[in-house]
């Protein structure tokens, strides 16, 4: 709600703006969300300490070290401990394994079962195992039954905004014309197709590995792209790395599956802008060049007509899967709760994770600063919902097997070929009309 409140009205304004033709200087534009930042972050953070002093205001539980040493002597079969703490009533030892993880995990669990605690495995300090036990009522979550209605009504919801947004992109207001409602359902149903395919695969993906998890929300937006997106949500423990990076890489694939024959259906009706000699390109499009992977599939689709113009205007098909490669680029980008950050987690294990999504996240900032100021919104949306870390698996140690780390380096490779724009001096290779000559 904090976030709505900071952000919604204001780009309501700089919407309305735009749409009047009042200049807006990106410049202006950068220091109004850095200072919106700020604010929003001071007010979460007010909330978040008054927080803590209610938690230090109650009395919690804490487990004796007597308590400590009778869990760490259970635990020796399984683990050589050496230091435990106690946090409230969670227990945390760190040690070396005596079996390998999965296996460990077992025993724990079966070890401790009695005392109504569950085990969690996590790299401890200085290269050690840590085990963590937690009070069962915790940690897990009744099961729950998904409300289909909620979901069946936000869907449709989302359907109209989007078709109505669709129609709007082609000089059609819906709410004079409801009978030309079809000019909005090629940018409607592409982009629900690609929302959809996104969620649905987290979703088949988790049921797989049995976790608990609803079914897609999809947010309805009465204005700019129709929606909000879509998400799901996890209500279980993800069991190991292996079902946490499973979970996170189909979702981009399985929108990648919708996209890109969008996005190539929709170039066939595309139009490639010719400039004339000593014109000025002065109208809204898409360049060819702007990554390798749009290069590709307009070479693909336009054949001899990509060399004529270096610019398109996207039919609302290929809009919609344009749409989608963006969307699909920045869930991959190794930063916190996204999905890339969700596989460089299971990639390369928390701690250096958290390192690669600190390092992504201050490169997003800078390029939204020094490179292209549309970018800041997205990096603020990053920084508040995705963090810097993700919740650990319960086995979070556990490494990916061969076939998963060539899955996971080709998503950070599809990644790549969705930001990085064509070099100049690349143009004639790919058969492009190059706007440098």
């Known amino acids: 709600m904090v976030i709505f409140l900071f952000w919604l009205l204001p780009l309501l304004i700089f919407l309305v703006m735009g749409e009047t033709g009042v200049g807006i200087s990106p ?3 950068a220091l109004v969300l850095l ?21 230090r205001a109650e009395p919690q539980a804490s487990l004796s070290d007597e308590q400590l040493r009778t869990l760490a002597q259970e635990l020796q079969p399984i683990l050589a ?10 227990a945390q030892f760190d040690g070396v394994l005596r079996l390998n993880p999965p296996e460990a995990l077992q025993h724990i669990n079966q070890t401790i079962a009695p005392a109504r605690l569950q085990g ?3 790299e401890g300090e200085h290269g050690h195992a840590r085990v963590t036990l937690v009070p069962v009522d915790r940690v897990s979550l009744p099961a729950k039954a998904p409300n289909w209605g909620v979901h069946v009504i936000l869907f449709l919801l989302t359907f109209v905004t989007t078709t109505w947004a669709g129609a709007l992109h082609q000089g059609v207001n819906l709410l004079d014309q409801p009978s030309r409602f079809a000019a909005g359902l090629p940018y409607s149903v592409g982009l629900l197709l690609i929302l959809g395919g996104h969620e649905f695969g987290h979703y088949f993906a ?32 993800v069991p190991d790395r292996r079902a946490l990076f499973d979970v996170a890489v189909a979702g981009p694939l399985a929108g990648l599956v919708f996209a890109i024959p969008a996005l190539l259906v929709g170039l066939r009706h595309s139009r490639v802008i010719v400039e004339q000699a000593g014109s000025v390109w002065t109208q809204a499009g898409v360049e060819i060049g702007s990554s390798f992977l749009m290069a590709i599939l ?7 007509a990509a060399a004529e113009g270096h610019a398109l205007l996207l039919h609302p098909l290929a809009f919609a899967g344009w749409l989608g490669l963006l969307l699909t680029a920045l869930n991959l980008l190794p930063i916190g709760q996204l999905d890339g950050g969700h596989l460089a987690h299971a990639l390369f294990g928390s701690r250096q994770s958290h390192t690669i999504s600190v390092v992504a996240l201050f490169a997003l900032f800078a390029l939204a600063l020094f490179v292209w100021p549309g970018l800041m919104m997205w990096a603020f949306i990053v920084y508040f919902l995705a963090g810097t870390r993700d919740a650990p698996a319960a086995n979070d140690l556990t490494p990916l097997d061969p076939f998963r780390e060539v899955v996971g380096c080709f998503a950070f490779a599809l990644l790549a070929l969705i930001l990085v724009p064509v070099p100049p001096g690349l143009y004639g290779t790919f058969g492009l009309h190059s706007p440098y000559v």
């Open 27 to 29: 410049f202006v534009v």
């Open 81 to 90: 401990t050496k230091g435990w703490k106690a946090i409230g009533d969670v």
């Open 35 to 55: 200072l919106l930042f700020f604010l929003a972050d001071a007010f979460l953070g007010r909330g978040r300490r008054a927080n803590q002093r209610l938690e």
């Open 298 to 304: 307009s070479k693909w689709a336009l054949g001899p």
């Open 206 to 237: 988790a049921r797989r590995h049995r976790i608990q998890v609803t079914p897609p929300y999809f947010i309805p937006a009465p204005f700019a792209l129709g929606t909000f997106g879509a998400f799901i949500n996890l209500r279980g423990r």
């Open 120 to 122: 969690f495995l996590t």
